[in-house]
């Protein structure tokens, strides 16, 4: 079973950077996408970026905003997202997630493994 582990998410204050990690263990398949996606309280889960684990072709949402950066260290099958100039709308709980399409990772369906989430609180 694939089970992602995220790590990284803190409290920050806007204009701040911060890096989260998402390690996924128990795959077996050599091509698969990982990515994030967020939810901020009351909204809906949005796509914020994916790459594939192999290849490195990465995808964005329009929540990136051109401030968020994904990146993967293959060997260790894991991911990092970096976000610079935080703002308080990047406040939200921040789900790794894996699917074996990167062209379908942006929308949930897409999604075959999610993470449990790790909390970016922006503070003004």
């Known amino acids: 079973q694939v089970q992602l582990v995220e790590s990284g998410g803190e409290s920050v204050q806007a204009g701040g950077s911060l890096r989260l990690s998402c390690a996924a263990h128990?795959?077996?398949?050599?091509?698969?996408?990982m990515g994030w996606f967020r939810q901020a309280p009351g909204k809906e889960r949005e796509f914020v970026a994916a790459?594939?684990?192999?290849?490195?072709?990465?995808r964005y949402g329009d929540s990136a905003q051109g401030r968020s950066t994904i990146s993967r260290d293959y060997a260790r099958n894991t991911v990092f997202l970096q976000m610079n100039t935080v703002k308080f709308e990047d406040t939200a709980t921040y789900y790794c997630?894996?699917?074996?399409?990167?062209?379908?990772?942006?929308?949930?369906?897409?999604?075959?493994?999610w993470g449990k989430g790790t909390p970016v609180t922006v503070s003004s």
């Open positions: 128990g795959v077996t398949s050599s091509t698969y996408a």
């Open positions: 790459i594939h684990l192999r290849y490195g072709d990465t």
């Open positions: 997630a894996l699917g074996y399409d990167i062209r379908k990772m942006s929308i949930m369906g897409g999604v075959e493994f």
